[in-house]
Structures are given as structure tokens and as C-alpha cells.
């Protein structure tokens, strides 16, 4: 039921052909002598109150495709490459935010947020709690004082911390507390759309289901949608309606999450999900795996199928063409010959 809700749900975000590339620039002049293609032809799309996980090593991409999506990457990097359409489906009509000036984003930014990965780098140590949860107000001219001051403490309760933790600072919290006051952050200005960039992985395995259940709640109670970014399959598995692997910057198969964790088709995915740990793997009929070899760097990828190096059902045609994704066994995959 929850899952025929959610496919007739309206559509928030579209994403279509997303590729994002970074120069590099050596020499004494400062030439560009290669690029990064960091994320390659990516396309999906986030339905209200639907929560989309993104999944893959290290280096695959996923992190750079949420920053995209709320265009941070022309701010941190230098002439990076953008190209695509974020198409934000916002009550004023359908905007392509990949194009955008920070100006001309500035609008959007209260609709769509983000709680980065590491909690103890993500927030100013010279700055209370209240003044980090209330800067969005302040920026976006939310309220006055005691308004923001009111609404800081009312998120902070929101979060499962106590309004006195308001005038504390960062250091005095552990790394659960801290993403708390991440997501009351990213909450504050009543977003449509959270990314949550590996918003666990750097927490204790303890307190990780606290944070995944806090964010469940939450978007029970908002009506969020969620872009949840992870290189754990099993983590996103327990959040996500839907499952997006990625593979040195693309997609190689995206469909419903349950089907994706119990019957994956593309050989990475089959792959990932068997080295991910298990309390007791031989009951469970599954063998840990380790991929032979390493990710190739995105500066040189392998022709044909990027996954192909590393494949142990790679043929000789893999090198020739691109595999497009293509619907196989109720989801899109990027592989001929998965089953």
C-alpha cells in the first residue's frame, strides 16, 4: 500500500543526464592537462515523502550528486563542469537549479537542505547551538529574534534534545548529538527535501538505528523527501523506498529497495551486497565477497563497461559500448547479461 502511495505521489526533483566533471589543471602555467568525470549521465526522479538511496564505494560519486542536485559544487571547486537538468518542481513552476547563480538560488535553498557526513566538521565550534540552528532563519529573514530563538528550541525538542542544550557549543555533545543538531539545522527552515549525505556512516554502530529512526519520524511527521546518500546497502535498505547503485559515477541499476536488496541483478549490486557484514553470513546462505582489484580512477575509465575490470561475468562486447539502463525484472539495470 505505502509503496502504490508513493509511486502516485507528486514529482519534487527530476534529475536527467547529470554529468559533472572537474579539470586538472598542472605545469607552471597552470594548464589543464585531464579532467575528474566524476559523475556520468545520472537521472532520477524524488517523489513527495519518498526516500531515494544512493549507494556505492568510495569515489563513486554518489556525495558529488547531492551536491549538485543543491548546487554547492561552483562554490567549492574551481571551473567545475555541470551539465543537465535539477528540475525542482516548486509551487511557482518547474526550475532547473543546475544552472543557477547563487543569487538566483538563494530562493530554493529553504526548500531543499542537506546534513553533511562528518557531525564534528559540519559545525562551527565558535558558535552556540542556537546561533547554528538559527542561521537559516536568520539568512532567509524568518521571524524575529524571539521568534527564531522559540522555533531553535522547539526543533532541538523535535530532535530528541532538551532546549537548555541551546547555549552549549559544539564540543560539549557526542557525534550522535552533533548530527542531531544537523538535521535540526537542516530542518529549520521547513525544507521539502533533505539530503543526507552518509549522515551515519561516521557514528557508532550503537547509535546509527537512533539516527535512521529519528529521520524516519521526522519524515512521518514533514511529509520529507529524502535523497539518502550511503556506502552501506544495509543501512539504506531499512529507509529507502527506492535504491539507486552507483558505479564510478553511474547508475547501474535503480529500482524498489527490498527487490534491490533481495534479488540484485547487476553484478556490482550482487557484489555490494554481499560484502556488506552480517552477524552470521552461513545462516543466511551468503559468503562474504571481496570485488577482485580496485576502483579505476575517473580519469581513465575503462572503455565500454566501467564495472568490466572487475566483473566475473565480464564478455568481450562489455568493452565496446556504454550498457544503457533498461528495464530487467521490474528495475532499471545497466547490464545485458545480469540475472
Keep these: 500500500m505505502a509503496e502504490a502511495l508513493a ?13 559533472v566533471r572537474f579539470p586538472v589543471f598542472g605545469g607552471v602555467f597552470l594548464r589543464r592537462t585531464g579532467e575528474v568525470r566524476a559523475v556520468e549521465d545520472v537521472s532520477f526522479s ?9 549507494v ?4 563513486c560519486g554518489k556525495s558529488t550528486v547531492g551536491r549538485a542536485i543543491i548546487n554547492l559544487l561552483r562554490a567549492m571547486s574551481y571551473k567545475v563542469e555541470v551539465t543537465g537538468e535539477v528540475r525542482y518542481h516548486h509551487p511557482s513552476g518547474v526550475v532547473d537549479l543546475a544552472h543557477l547563480s547563487q543569487d538566483e538560488m538563494r530562493p530554493y535553498r529553504s526548500d531543499i537542505q542537506m546534513v553533511f557526513q562528518d557531525p564534528y566538521s559540519s559545525l562551527n565550534p565558535r558558535k552556540t547551538v542556537e546561533q547554528i540552528v538559527g542561521e537559516p532563519l536568520r539568512i532567509h529573514g524568518t521571524g524575529d529574534r524571539r521568534e527564531r ?18 547555549q552549549r557549543y559544539p564540543h560539549e555533545f557526542s557525534g550522535g548529538q552533533r548530527q542531531r543538531i544537523g538535521i535540526a539545522r537542516a530542518l529549520a527552515t521547513n525544507p521539502k527535501i533533505v539530503i543526507a549525505d552518509e549522515p551515519v556512516s561516521a557514528l557508532d554502530v550503537s547509535i546509527q ?14 511529509g520529507l523527501s529524502y535523497i539518502f546518500i550511503a556506502h552501506d546497502l544495509s543501512v539504506v535498505r531499512h529507509i529507502s523506498d527506492r535504491i539507486g547503485v552507483m ?10 529497495g527490498d527487490d534491490i ?8 549490486s550482487k ?15 551468503r559468503a562474504p565477497h571481496r570485488l577482485p582489484g580496485d576502483v579505476p580512477s575517473p580519469m581513465n575509465r575503462p572503455s565500454g563497461c566501467a564495472f568490466r575490470t572487475r566483473c566475473p561475468i565480464a564478455r568481450p562486447a562489455c568493452a565496446t559500448a556504454v550498457p544503457p539502463l533498461e528495464m530487467r525484472a521490474g528495475r532499471l539495470v545497466a547490464c545485458p547479461y545480469g540475472d
Design 7 to 19: 509511486a502516485q505521489a507528486p514529482i519534487l526533483l527530476e534529475v536527467n543526464h547529470l554529468t
Design 271 to 285: 557484489a555490494l551486497l554481499a560484502a556488506a557484514p552480517r552477524p552470521d553470513p552461513s545462516r543466511e546462505g
Design 149 to 166: 530563538e522559540d522555533r531553535v528550541r522547539w526543533l532541538l525538542e523535535k530532535v530528541g534534545l532538551s532546549p537548555d542544550h541551546a
Design 261 to 268: 536488496y533481495s534479488r540484485p541483478v547487476h553484478p556490482y
Design 56 to 59: 556505492g564505494e568510495s569515489g
Design 209 to 222: 538505528a537512533q539516527v535512521v529512526n529519528l529521520m524516519q519520524d521526522l519524515q512521518e511527521e514533514f
Design 46 to 54: 524524488l517523489r513527495q515523502g519518498e526516500t531515494l538511496g544512493l
Design 247 to 256: 558505479y564510478l559515477g553511474s547508475l547501474v541499476e535503480l529500482g524498489d
